[in-house]
């Protein structure tokens, strides 16, 4: 986990190298996959390609910064069960007590630390490609919504306050 000077917390999910066969022999190239979040609920990823290791992580924060989005959080954990999905990815997620920690491997873990999720059961399946296991985890996450943006889209005053 890294914190740059923003306050924002970046995690490099993916570093591969792929290469092109070309006529002189092969041509490297590389690719990054990186989540960036501020801890307090907003979250966005990005994929970089470039020729160097430090471009193509550059570019991918780049864009991650651009697609950031909000998740609702009630006490550091998520307000409901929820299962995203992405191609052959899917990531469930499920709210969990204060103390359990991230229970979740791989790029659904980096994406909870980045967002400031503190406790969550997380379970990948159908893949383990972590392109499409991010993805399914973003999606399940933008999906989610707060008590009061659905009391406020049905027209209905929530009686008991949320924290």
Same mark, same amino acid.
């Given at each position: 986990m890294e914190q740059n000077e923003l306050g924002m917390i970046e995690? $490099? !999910? *993916?570093l591969n190298r792929v290469a092109k066969v070309v006529k002189g022999g092969r041509r490297f190239s590389f690719s990054a996959l990186v989540v960036v979040g501020d801890g307090k609920g907003t979250v966005g990823y990005?994929?970089?390609? =470039?020729? +160097? !290791?430090p471009e193509a992580l550059r570019k991918a924060? +780049?864009?991650a910064r651009k697609a950031m989005i909000r998740i609702p959080l009630v006490e550091g954990t998520l307000p409901y069960e929820v299962l995203g999905v992405y191609g052959a990815g899917q990531v469930m997620l499920k709210p969990a007590s204060r103390g359990t920690g991230i229970i979740a491997g791989g790029a659904v873990r980096a994406v909870m +630390? =980045? =967002?400031? !999720? *503190?406790? !969550?059961?997380a379970k990948a399946i159908?893949?383990?490609?972590?392109?499409? $296991?991010l993805r399914a985890t973003v999606e399940g996450l933008s999906s989610l919504r707060s008590a009061d943006a659905v009391g406020e889209m049905r027209g209905k005053k929530l009686t008991t306050p949320r924290k």
């Open positions: 995690k $490099v !999910v *993916s990005g994929l970089g390609k =470039a020729q +160097e !290791v924060t +780049e864009r +630390e =980045a =967002a400031g !999720v *503190s406790d !969550v059961l159908g893949t383990n490609n972590p392109h499409n $296991v």
